[in-house]
């Protein structure tokens, strides 16, 4: 269907490790947008990519979107305790529905 | 506002009793959107509307969850008869409209149905 799927499902890093998660889609993609949920807190709009291969920098935070629009990955580099948190991409409609993947949790090991 | 304001933060209801849960959009944010989620689990949609207008209720589970936007500003969720399997955090997010604005969401209303 529509739905985005995101790997992996839980990560955990030690403090000051890189974290990756990847967010795949079988149709080609308008725009992907990323959205950071701490625990217990809600999503928190972080990005949205709208252009093949595009990339994003956000200080620690790199985002791309692929070639095809078919894929976009979130990278953190030396991760941080606030850091922690689920990271979700979203894919929008043409009707503007946004279509959450079911996230990735990071768990930072001190 | 400032922010998207949900009411009530908690909920917890008898399974029967039917529920309102109370969306506060961002002044001027024309889209505004109900999702579900559950626990460890991304949000799933529920409803949209764009001002008054319900634009698409696909999401909603069963016939006893109703939504509305009367004057196009605040919304409520209502879910009559409510069940166990209606426990989860019920998020509200607001937007200016148009693709690809990121939306604002709330706080939230965790309901606990018991």
């Known amino acids: 269907g529509q739905q985005v799927m995101q790997i992996p499902q839980y990560q955990h890093v030690q403090e000051g490790e890189d974290f990756t998660t990847y967010c795949n889609s079988s149709?080609?993609?308008?725009?992907i947008q990323w959205y950071k949920q701490r625990p217990g807190g809600h999503p928190v709009f972080l990005i949205q990519?709208?252009?093949?291969?595009e990339v994003k920098k956000q200080k620690r935070l790199t985002f791309q979107f692929g070639e095809a629009k078919k894929n976009s990955s979130l990278h953190i580099t030396a991760t941080q305790t606030t850091d922690v948190g689920t990271y979700f991409c979203?894919?929008?409609?043409?009707?503007?529905?946004?279509?959450f993947g079911k996230g990735t949790r990071l768990h930072i090991l001190p | 506002g400032a922010g998207v304001s949900q009411s009530p933060r908690y909920k917890v209801a008898k399974r029967g009793q039917d529920v309102a849960l109370r969306c506060d959009p961002i002044?001027?944010?024309?889209?505004l959107f109900w999702y579900q989620q559950a626990l460890g689990q991304g949000p799933e949609f529920l409803t949209y509307?764009?001002?008054?207008?319900?634009?698409?209720k696909s999401g909603l589970p069963s016939d006893r969850f109703f939504a509305e936007r009367p004057e196009g500003s605040v919304s409520t969720l209502k879910i009559q008869r409510t069940q166990q399997e209606d426990s989860a955090v019920y998020l509200c997010?607001?937007?200016?409209?148009?693709?690809?604005?990121?939306?604002?969401f709330g706080s939230g209303t965790r309901l606990t149905v018991v």
């Open positions: 997010a607001s937007s200016l409209g148009g693709q690809g604005i990121g939306y604002t």
């Open positions: 149709t080609t993609l308008s725009n």
């Open positions: 990519l709208v252009k093949s291969g």
């Open positions: 979203a894919r929008v409609n043409r009707d503007d529905k946004i279509i």
């Open positions: 002044s001027g944010h024309v889209s």
């Open positions: 509307f764009q001002n008054e207008a319900q634009l698409d």
